[in-house]
């Protein structure tokens, strides 16, 4: 009976560890170094033709980004907006983050700017970047000489 009571004692490691992660989730200025990434999570991916970017965009709306593409870059700016009446000292735990971000991805090739598009449904942003002639592979014949 003795062996299941090992788990019971009294572990003061365990409870340094503890009140140590308390005081690092309650001391500002490293609150704001783990939580610093504003901008969204992306994947970008090649399929053949053309490449695909998705990005995760939850409890926001198509009316709160904005996008552009300048040769091989492609822009993506938005607003995260605060809840409507919640004030800064309401908050006990904030891990969310809210304002202005800009994230640029550089592009692996050229693309035909004139064909993208972009998709949003259920805070997932889907773009598609067709690949530019110039970037599609092609054959090349080869002429036998004798």
Request: include cysteine; aromatic fraction near 8%; hydrophobic fraction near 30%.
């Amino acid at each position: 009976m003795s062996g299941l009571n090992w788990q019971r004692r009294w572990d003061p490691f365990r409870d340094l560890q503890r009140e140590v992660g308390r005081l690092f989730e309650s001391f500002e200025p490293l609150q704001a170094w783990r939580l610093s990434r504003h901008e969204p999570s992306i994947n970008l991916y090649d399929g053949g033709d053309k490449y695909l970017l998705s990005a995760q965009l939850p409890g926001m709306t198509p009316e709160d980004l904005d996008l552009s593409i300048t040769g091989e870059t492609l822009t993506l700016k938005g607003e995260r907006k605060r809840p409507e009446g919640v004030a800064d000292e309401c908050y006990r735990r904030q891990e969310r983050q809210f304002g202005r971000w800009t994230r640029t991805i550089s592009l692996p090739d050229r693309v035909d700017s004139g064909l993208v598009t972009a998709k949003f449904a259920q805070g997932l942003l889907t773009i598609t970047l067709p690949k530019a002639e110039s970037a599609k592979p092609r054959p090349i014949p080869i002429k036998a000489t004798t």
